[in-house]
């Protein structure tokens, strides 16, 4: 595979794709600290075992690496997964050898990945259908020189989906030559995330919390996505590593670090209640509110609510020299028995209409408009 790499180097003219933060620079190898420092460097350690193993060719076989990485809000799990995925594109020189994705198009948007089931093609309605066909053909060579492949926002993704991506990839990774292996031997697979944070959005599904209380041994015909996905929860947690600081708060404010860790446990006080209200952003001085505003990710119980916010956010980017555009889509004659969609789940049809102008904050993938 590392030879296959080599020989396609000089034949692509892709450019990295680095990660870069909101200054513009490239996540790099001196930008991790402390605990997050440890976790690269115990990666680096493993690729450099795994580049040895392939180099002398003595039938020394590799041990996958199976990690899961925790912690909280602010710890540096974002900043670990930029570092690392930078740090193999960098030193492969090709951006396909390290896929990133997540549960939700937020959460994907925010790793810099696509989402786990457009990445592994899983159907959420049916996670125990096979892979086949124009898809499985996409996912070959989406896969062919994977050597990474990190999934955040871990407590969100439900053992189905889970189980389905790896039946998928294991499918599919370096040209299917290693399906019996899991995910196809792909050396370095890593879930991040905060088990303490957001379930699943389906209350019923299982995820990280609930795994040691199911049965897997219910009888099944053929392969159980569910059942796989508990398994590989499993083996994903004999090798984890915590990152316990918070670099994101002030850390002279124990008080307020306190606060948050006792939130995040569930443990929270009626003092810990009040102080979070006086935070109230309605109490804020005008110039200190319009700040938090403009940088502020903003959540919604439904959707009437986000689509008048979303309109307003358009209507005050709007202006003579950049007004709004609605691009409306329009099945040609040669393509008339496709359908346009206004839903999520529906493959890579082509949407009824965009609302859209210069400086919108968008995350658009498939046949929809792709901003650079």
Known sequence: MLQQIAEHEQETTEKLKLVCDSTGHEFNLNDVHEDQEEIVYFVLQKLQEFL??????KGKKFEPVRLTVTGAAGSGKSRVVHVLTNTFRRIFGRNDVVHICAPTGAAANNAGGQTLHRLAAVNPFKPNEDIKGKKKDNMIDCFRFALMLIMDERSMITCENLGAAEKHIATTAHCGNHENEDWGGIPFVIMVGDDYQLPPASNKDLNPFNILQESTKERV???NARSNGVEQYKKMTESVMHLSSIKRQDENDQAFLSLLQRIRLGKQTLHDARRILQLDIALLPAEERQKVESEAIYLFANKEPRDQHNLHCL?????????????????SKRHSKEK?????????????????????????????????
């Open 221 to 223: 015909t053929g392969f």
């Open 340 to 372: 346009t969609s206004s839903k999520h789940f529906k493959d890579d049809r082509t949407p009824q209409a965009t609302v859209i102008c210069r400086n919108a904050t968008v995350c658009l993938c498939g046949r929809n408009i792709i901003l650079e």
């Open 315 to 331: 209507s005050k980017e709007c202006n003579n020299e950049n007004p709004i555009a609605i691009i409306k889509s329009k099945i």
């Open 52 to 57: 040895d193993i392939k180099k002398e060719r």
